[in-house]
């Protein structure tokens, strides 16, 4: 362990220590410990039933689908604001934080609203058939919502510094401008696109607030998986609550996995 | 404009089809939170905030919050200093587990700690035979907020201290000040808006907190409930009304967020290219 001539290595890290242990660490473990208690026929029984299969379906698909949709429209946007100049432009790059700003359950209450029989947008979906309440593609929509500004904000900086050397290059060699974008600029942004779809997948499976808002909270057809952790409390089987939150930490631990991978093999020319 | 510059009607289309999509999916959630908000005149909004539970929402939700940050403030900076000052082994083990909450789902980070301090469990039985409530009241929503903004403050301290750099510390102690007298008149006005910044988010945050907070309050009226919380008990009420009048201050809050966001990240980044720009001694 090297030390520089600065002072306060062991309180700050003594320090931070503490309260990772504290606040993170040590109540996190808890999950270990209280699925521990089940034996692993129980166990299997609980995180593998047909509605806990039901909801990780309607989890890991919505969370895909949004990731998928904000794939295209974060390329667009990112696209926009990083190569355009036009009026509102800066009003537009900061309108792109606002699922993250706003809290989950104002989006949860608006968007409910919106897709509403009555809502602004409700009132010409519903006589279509399309039901945006209550469904899984309201799941689908608030889940695109607030995992909108990820892939936006992972593309953003790789299309500034792209610059429009190679483009050029393309085009003085004869390829149009379709082709431009598909060999030379897809293949060189699509390693951070991956990142933030992975990102935008990773937060829309966690998500909770606004989903319990708009989906109606049907068990085997809008139930999301955290729901079933609150249902496991609600009958008070903490060994149940914890099993399918273990399921859930072993899930995210393994998307974040990816995600590190990801960038490690973006950044892979630096 | 260069050559490779898309037609005028290429490039039309994509910009509106970019505000076309933003309009859809962002400005219209915002703007219909107003809109119901309002729709009755301001008296009626006003009612649904001037009620006594919805108040205390406001007062808890507030205090959580600074209790949040505060914690995280102090953890971030002491995190920040030991992390980018010194080597040692296993330091992105370290980032990476300080990382974890962000990571983990907000009914989850809730769970944990029904899981530590429930009547179920050693400590719950002993805090409950010290007459100690933290589950289903203001302690426990406290914690796992401190839990949900734990890396906001360290993720954005973290990357200022490693830009600046330790020399104008090491100058200091070589002149004889104290450590304190070095991070106070050094590090701090270096870091500012760093810390800035991570205060604004983990406070945003924090007021703004869902998933977690609703798995330890025990959802008592006026008394656990926090503004998130009472939006889906005036929702679940079909109060409306006030549901949308609450929802409006999370809405401006949210508003005042992006705002200051905006402000300190342009002075941020203006201190990061200039440290950037700053010739290594060599």
Request: positive net charge.
């Amino acid at each position: 362990m090297k030390r520089r001539n600065i002072p306060g290595f062991k309180t700050t890290m003594g320090a931070t220590l503490a309260w990772l242990g504290v606040i993170v660490l040590i109540p996190l473990s808890s999950v270990v410990w209280t699925s521990w208690s089940l034996s692993g026929a129980e166990f299997w029984r609980i995180v593998w039933s047909p509605r806990a299969v039901a909801a990780y379906k309607l989890t890991f698909g919505a969370a895909a689908a949004a990731a998928a949709i904000n794939a295209a429209i974060g390329l667009l946007i990112a696209w926009v604001l990083a190569r355009y100049e036009f009026a509102g432009k800066n009003f537009m790059n900061a309108l792109i934080d606002i699922p993250f700003a706003l809290p989950t359950a104002v989006a949860g209450l608006t968007y409910s609203s919106l897709y509403a029989t009555n809502g602004w947008f409700g009132r010409f979906l519903e006589p279509l058939g399309i039901h945006a309440v209550h469904s899984r593609l309201a799941v689908c929509i608030v889940l695109t919502f607030i995992s909108l500004p990820f892939v936006v904000r992972t593309l953003q900086p790789v299309f500034e510094d792209l610059g429009t050397e190679a483009e050029e290059a393309a085009h003085s060699l004869g390829a149009s401008r379709w082709q431009t974008f598909r060999l030379v600029i897809f293949p060189s942004i699509l390693p951070a696109l991956l990142t933030g779809v992975a990102l935008a997948f990773a937060r829309a499976v966690g998500e909770y607030g606004s989903v319990v808002f708009v989906s109606g909270n049907l068990p085997m057809k809008t139930e999301i998986a955290p729901l079933l952790i609150m249902g496991q409390l609600e009958n008070y089987n903490f060994a149940g609550a914890s099993a399918i939150a273990f399921v859930l930490l072993v899930a995210s631990f393994a998307i974040n996995g990816g995600i590190n991978l990801l960038s490690k093999w973006s950044r892979r020319y630096e | 404009m260069s050559r490779t510059d898309a037609p005028w009607w290429v490039r039309h289309f994509l910009i509106l089809s970019a505000a076309g999509f933003v309009a859809v999916l962002l400005v219209a959630p915002a703007a219909n939170v107003l809109y119901e908000a309002f729709l009755k005149g301001p008296s009626a909004y006003l009612k649904g905030i001037a009620d006594k539970d919805t108040l205390h929402a406001i007062f808890l939700t507030s205090v959580v919050a600074l209790i949040a940050v505060a914690i995280n403030l102090v953890f971030g900076v002491a995190a920040s200093w030991a992390i980018t000052k010194y080597r040692f082994p296993g330091k992105s083990l370290l980032i990476t587990l300080i990382d974890i909450p962000f990571s983990v789902s907000p009914v989850v980070s809730g769970l944990i700690y029904v899981l530590t301090f429930g009547l179920q469990s050693k400590l719950g039985q002993w805090l409950d035979n010290q007459n100690v409530q933290i589950l289903y009241a203001a302690p426990g929503i406290a914690i796992a907020t401190t839990f949900v903004t734990f890396p906001f403050v360290a993720r954005e301290v973290m990357p200022v201290m490693e830009a600046v750099g330790s020399d104008q510390e090491e100058a200091a102690l070589t002149l004889g000040a104290s450590a304190w007298q070095t991070f106070w008149h050094v590090t701090l006005p270096n870091i500012k808006w760093g810390v800035i910044y991570g205060v604004i988010l983990c406070g945003s945050r924090a007021m703004g907190e869902f998933g977690a907070v609703s798995v330890v309050s025990g959802h008592i009226t006026g008394q656990t409930d926090t503004m998130s919380l009472r939006v889906e008990k005036l929702y679940q009420e079909y109060q409306t009304q006030a549901a949308f009048s609450v929802a409006s201050l999370l809405l401006f809050l949210a508003f005042v967020t992006l705002g200051i966001k905006a402000a300190v990240e342009w002075r941020l980044r203006r201190q990061l290219t200039d440290a950037a720009r700053k010739p290594e001694p060599a």
